[in-house]
């Protein structure tokens, strides 16, 4: 059983920050990536940020320069730290983990999300 769970969404101001943060537990054999997705209504879900295993992090242009993606592997924990934020950041943002658990092929998992919104 994977669960993935997201805190630290609220509300702000513009220019304001917020830090997310996602605990993955599960019996993984490994994990490929971590990272961050969001959506607002009637859009599709985009990339925020992502952190692969060994490689190199991954920005939205959107984000570059705002928003900084780490990771603690010993803690299978994600986190987004998100700063000058802007009106349009304001989505559901979503926590996603690429790997594989004992009997499956590797696939993605999400968090239940969590809500962030940015006022003007």
């Known amino acids: 059983q994977v669960q993935l769970v997201e805190s630290g969404g609220g509300l702000v101001q513009a220019g304001g920050s917020l830090r997310l943060s996602c605990v993955a537990s599960g019996r993984f054999i490994s994990i490929s990536a971590m990272g961050w997705y969001r959506q607002v209504p009637g859009k599709q879900r985009e990339l925020v940020a992502i952190i692969p295993s060994g490689g190199a992090t991954n920005y939205a242009d959107s984000v570059k320069g705002r928003f900084t993606i780490s990771r603690d592997n010993a803690k299978n924990t994600v986190y987004l730290q998100m700063n000058s934020l802007k009106p349009e950041d304001t989505a559901v943002y979503y926590c996603?983990?690429?790997?594989?658990?004992?009997?499956?092929?590797?696939?993605?998992?999400w968090g239940q999300g969590t809500q962030v919104t940015v006022s003007s």
């Open positions: 996603n983990l690429l790997g594989q658990v004992p009997g499956l092929l590797t696939r993605n998992y």
